[in-house]
């Protein structure tokens, strides 16, 4: 067969193959679309969630502020990280001394206060927490403590019911391994099923804050050529923070620039965080994190000018 031939019938082949594909699809019924769903899913605690993300189904919707700390990464972060209540008390208390140096504790440990008690009478200590969230708002403050899977939570129990420390009035949640005071049970009214929030948080850091609505300026910071701001996380990993503050923010590289002339109150916003980037396209605001306490100081005291409310 000659090359002319060859090419002529590999053009008719093709063509039939069209055809044939084609003749198929038309005598094949196109399959029926899927039934929408008839009801919208209800937010649930996920234990294999992000902490702040496994958090917002707990939150109630009228809270205005959360602070979480992952202290299970922080433990991975300074090398210890199969830490546990059941160490001999000088190796906790060494991790303890290195994390209030080195790491962002947004929030302090909220069984601190009566370790040596929880230690000696029920055999768990703080050091058996794997995060811990604290929110607050008009309807009042409440947290949410995450224990370590595999652990006794009956034993939990019964310090809850002996009112230990910040214990008293608790509600131990066995089936999630959680203790929680002031959560919600039902998620539809919590922070997960509002779109704007459950997207800030989901990234795996040492610890996160996420607020609702915006930092009020200082007298003479100009914002008069920013967009309104709904809500804004701000996330502390390693030596990187990154806010949060929602898609599409054509304002970004304006809110980056409003550090630099920030207000200090004792402590200068560059003295945590410094060498700054902006994403218009995904509304982040990134940054070098100097010194990690002094970040999350100036987090929680709510310096953030990238947060600033628009005039």
Aim: charged fraction near 25%; charge should be negative; aromatic fraction near 6%.
């Amino acid at each position: 067969m000659s090359p002319k031939t060859s090419r002529l019938a590999a053009g008719v082949a093709a063509a039939l193959l069209l055809s044939s594909l084609a003749a198929c699809t038309e005598d094949t019924p196109a399959p029926a679309p899927a039934p929408a769903p008839s009801t919208t899913a209800v937010p649930e605690f996920d234990v294999r969630d992000e902490a702040a993300a496994a958090v917002l189904p707990l939150v109630p919707a009228s809270a205005t502020s959360l602070s979480v700390t992952d202290l299970e990464r922080v433990r991975l972060q300074l090398g210890v990280a199969a830490l546990t209540g059941q160490a001999p008390p000088a190796e906790r208390a060494r991790f303890w001394a290195r994390a209030e140096r080195q790491a962002p504790l947004l929030t302090p440990g909220l069984l601190r206060p009566v370790e040596e008690r929880l230690s000696r009478d029920y055999g768990f200590t703080q050091d058996d927490v794997r995060w811990e969230a604290r929110f607050d708002g008009p309807d009042g403050a409440g947290w949410v403590l995450s224990f370590r899977l595999g652990i006794d939570m009956a034993v939990v129990q019964r310090a809850v019911r002996d009112r230990v420390g910040i214990l008293a009035g608790a509600e131990v949640r066995a089936e999630d391994s959680l203790v929680v005071s002031g959560a919600v049970d039902d998620g539809t009214g919590s922070w997960a099923a509002e779109p704007a929030l459950a997207a800030l948080v989901g990234s795996p850091a040492d610890a996160t804050y996420v607020e609702r609505g915006c930092v009020e300026a200082p007298a003479g910071v100009d914002t008069a050529g920013l967009d309104g701001l709904e809500a804004w996380s701000m996330a502390l990993q390693g030596g990187l923070a990154t806010a949060r503050l929602g898609e599409r923010r054509s304002d970004a590289f304006a809110r980056l620039r409003l550090g630099e002339t920030w207000p200090a109150r004792g402590t200068a916003f560059t003295d945590g965080f410094r060498d700054g980037v902006a994403d218009p396209s995904t509304g982040r605001v990134g940054y070098r994190l100097v010194d990690p306490v002094v970040g999350a100081s100036l987090v929680r005291d709510r310096v953030a000018p990238f947060a600033a409310c628009a005039d």
